[in-house]
């Protein structure tokens, strides 16, 4: 069975910066789709940032130019960087693997496997 482990979230001011990671056992992440989603309180989840199999990343727009998503297939291990952080960006953070991923990076049904997730708190 796939797990995921997320660690790095924290809480940090608005304007600071934080790096999430997932590490995954038991299989290899160049095999799996691999994204972040978060959710806020009294929110859906949502998509955040994925990377395919050919390293092709894709963001949501709130935070284009701000999240880099990457991964470590050596270590199996994705992460997430996350730069200028804002109060909106307060959620909790989930990794998710899709395996046979169909092309919609922001569907929470094209991923098989999730992590328990990470809290990351923004301070105004």
């Known amino acids: 069975q796939v797990q995921l482990q997320e660690s790095g979230g924290g809480t940090v001011q608005a304007g600071g910066s934080l790096a999430l990671t997932c590490e995954a056992s038991?299989?290899?992440?160049?095999?799996?789709?691999m994204a972040w989603f978060r959710q806020a309180p009294g929110k859906e989840r949502e998509a955040v940032a994925a990377?395919?199999?050919?390293?092709?990343?894709n963001y949501a727009d709130s935070v284009k130019g701000r999240f880099t998503i990457s991964e470590d297939h050596a270590k199996n291990t994705l992460y997430l960087q996350m730069e200028s952080l804002k109060p909106e960006d307060t959620a909790m953070y989930y990794c998710?693997?899709?395996?046979?991923?169909?092309?919609?990076?922001?569907?929470?049904?094209?991923?098989?496997?999730w992590g328990q997730g990470t809290q990351v708190t923004v301070s105004s």
């Open positions: 038991k299989y290899s992440t160049s095999a799996y789709c």
């Open positions: 990377i395919d199999y050919e390293g092709t990343t």
């Open positions: 998710a693997a899709a395996q046979g991923y169909g092309g919609e990076w922001s569907k929470e049904y094209e991923y098989n496997y």
